[in-house]
């Protein structure tokens, strides 16, 4: 299609979303991880409020399929907290994770690091800022331990604690933190 006519990636979301509802014939596995997989897309595009329609939509197929000892599960816990943070909605995504807290410092995975990442950020956000940098700095602290396999959780990782210390007004330290990930970038290969 020339440019012009070209959907944009929230076209796509809306029309797979669209045919997705239209579909009763699909598993609910298999629909609750396109619903998954759609919400995450819709966030990543900005199209917040949509994220969050289809978790909603994919809840409580999602609740009867899987616990806390599925993956899937942890995921829409971290994509939920996300997407509330996106939504300026922060103790709201605080509400999701923090009862969670224990077991997401006891995971050394991606979710582990992802959701202390989403907690550390919406308690930073929603005035609990040195809970939520000491989160952050766990985090990283995660993703450090096995660099090999988390250079890119790492730098994220950073440069999120970076915006949650210059918010707190901890400018120094927000300097420091936005030298030392710039460094990492470097390290990592991006000039």
Do not use: C
């Amino acid at each position: 299609l020339p440019l012009d006519k070209r959907p944009t990636t929230q076209d796509i979301v809306d029309q797979a979303t669209r045919q997705l509802v239209d579909r009763g014939d699909l598993p609910d596995a298999l629909r609750v991880d396109l619903l998954l997989t759609l919400a995450k897309v819709a966030l990543s595009v900005g199209a917040n409020a949509q994220s969050l329609s289809l978790l909603d939509t994919a809840g409580p197929a999602l609740e009867r399929l899987y616990g806390p000892g599925d993956a899937p599960w942890w995921n829409a816990k971290g994509l939920r907290a996300g997407t509330l943070v996106e939504l300026g909605r922060h103790a709201d995504a605080a509400a999701v994770l923090d009862p969670l807290r224990s077991k997401l410092l006891e995971r050394h995975d991606d979710i582990g690091i992802d959701g202390l990442v989403a907690l550390g950020v919406a308690l930073s956000r929603a005035g609990k800022e040195e809970d939520g940098l000491a989160l952050l700095h766990r985090a990283y602290a995660l993703a450090a331990a096995d660099a090999a396999k988390h250079p890119a959780k790492m730098l994220d990782t950073a440069i999120r604690e970076t915006g949650a210390l210059i918010e707190a007004h901890r400018f120094h330290d927000g300097i420091d933190s936005a030298d030392a990930a710039l460094a990492l970038w470097q390290q990592l290969g991006a000039k």
